[in-house]
């Protein structure tokens, strides 16, 4: 909206919170429903839709294991449906939501070239979902771009704090909220600190990825284009997890935990394909996304 664009929102509201769309038009919609995709269509055609991006997904790896069957549906069923709407209003420009999950249980610096191997429902939605995208463009003119994001942190303001306890910085927040100190799963990895190490990337930076995106999509050669959204450099638990701390006058010590099963010792993402196509790199800095998550949790 500040550099003049006019987005419509389509959500189911479940995890998503109307209270944050002011001033956006938003459409109360399941996108995996049986009649959703005319309604899609009614909606792009009245709002005159000119390109998508598609963040809409179920992403809580555990339920995905429970329920595997209503993930694809969800996922991949509310892939289809917009796809669907978009060629029959002849909408040509798609960023689709993926995420390393694809990567499975890659360990080390992965590049977007690395084997996909997901290793629950959820990361299997999400590479079926990438193929679906493509399988779409080269049946038709549609231009596809997914971004894999690596492990996105902070907040873009202050009152749109992350609720969801899922990542590991709401996690820490959780903690501390009941006076407990922050757990740290495994300390013997063959890491400098001992703990898990992962490429923690600020929401406003993830935000402009698909702003650049958007805008390599009309002349983008290729049918549907594969980046990795990190910032190439390795945070380990025990940072996020001392530097939360920090900005606490009365924080518990963490406490360390037997390692959780499936937990990799590192993965940090290869960014030079976005930086060398897109021209688009990280900005911010570990502390940042603290300072950013740190002012809207005294919010929330
Ligand atoms: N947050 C992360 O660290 C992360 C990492 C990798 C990928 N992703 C992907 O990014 C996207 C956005 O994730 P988020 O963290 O903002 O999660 P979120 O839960 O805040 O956002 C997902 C939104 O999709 C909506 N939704 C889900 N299924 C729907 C359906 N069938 N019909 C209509 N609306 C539906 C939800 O109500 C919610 O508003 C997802 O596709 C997720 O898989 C997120």
Not at 252 to 269: E, F, H, N
């Amino acid at each position: 909206m500040q550099r003049g664009d006019a987005p419509v929102v389509v959500d189911d509201f479940v995890t998503g919170d109307r209270a944050r769309l002011a001033g956006v038009p938003s459409y109360d919609l399941d996108l995996s429903s049986a009649e959703a995709a005319g309604h899609l269509e009614a909606i792009m055609r009245s709002e005159r839709i000119e390109a998508v991006i598609h963040f809409a997904a179920r992403k809580q790896v555990a339920e995905s294991v429970q329920k595997p069957l209503w993930y694809f549906s969800q996922n991949i069923g509310g892939l289809a449906t917009v796809l669907d709407a978009m060629s029959r209003v002849n909408v040509r420009s798609i960023v689709f939501s993926s995420s390393a999950a694809v990567y499975g249980d890659a360990d080390g610096v992965v590049g977007e070239d690395a084997p996909t191997d997901p290793v629950n429902p959820y990361g299997q939605s999400k590479l079926a979902g990438e193929w679906l995208v493509a399988d779409v463009a080269r049946a038709s003119e549609l231009r596809a771009i997914s971004l894999r994001y690596f492990n996105v942190a902070g907040s873009g303001w202050p009152d749109l704090a992350d609720r969801a306890v899922l990542n590991l910085v709401p996690m820490v927040f959780e903690r501390l909220d009941a006076d407990e100190g922050p757990e740290i799963f495994g300390d013997d990895y063959g890491t400098p600190d001992g703990t898990c190490v992962r490429d923690f990337v600020h929401v406003l930076d993830v935000a402009e990825a698909h702003l650049v995106a958007l805008a390599a999509l009309p002349s983008q050669h290729a049918l549907h284009r594969v980046y990795n959204v990190g910032t190439g450099t390795g945070a380990s638990v025990r940072e996020v997890v001392e530097g939360i701390r920090r900005r606490s006058s009365d924080a518990p010590d963490a406490v360390v935990r037997p390692r959780r099963v499936g937990d990799p010792a590192s993965v940090v993402a290869d960014v030079r394909r976005i930086d060398e196509e897109l021209g688009w790199r990280a900005r911010f800095t570990l502390d940042d996304i603290l300072d950013a998550a740190w002012s809207s949790r005294r919010r929330a």
